[in-house]
């Protein structure tokens, strides 16, 4: 399996900072099974529509955002999340300043 990789954050909150009028991104994990990528945006900031190849989760870390899909828009607050499966158009807004992890689901 993935035998060796670890990894451990104690605050997903403290790895990214938001900053103003701006859409920040890092990749915590690009390996095996999963992808894992940390989001900050300032409020109003906007992920416009687009989809992805692999079905994904977005969990709200702090702050609060909409997620609009299938013609259904949800607010999401710090612990909430919505998965998505592939090809799924959707768009992110931010509704004050954010932080959301994105989880992109690969095969196995």
Do not use: C, N
């Amino acid at each position: 399996m993935y035998a060796g990789i670890v990894k451990a954050i104690t605050s997903l909150a403290d790895e990214i900072d938001i900053e103003p009028g701006a859409t920040v991104s890092k990749v915590l994990v690009k390996d095996g099974p999963v992808r894992l990528v940390l989001f900050a945006l300032d409020e109003g900031e906007e992920l416009t529509e687009h989809t992805s190849s692999l079905p994904v989760i977005l969990q709200t870390v702090s702050g609060s955002i909409t997620v609009s899909a299938s013609s259904e828009r949800h607010l999401l607050v710090p612990g909430g999340w919505i998965f998505l499966e592939a090809s799924e158009p959707h768009t992110v807004v931010a509704e004050e300043p954010s932080k959301f992890l994105l989880t992109m689901l690969r095969g196995g």
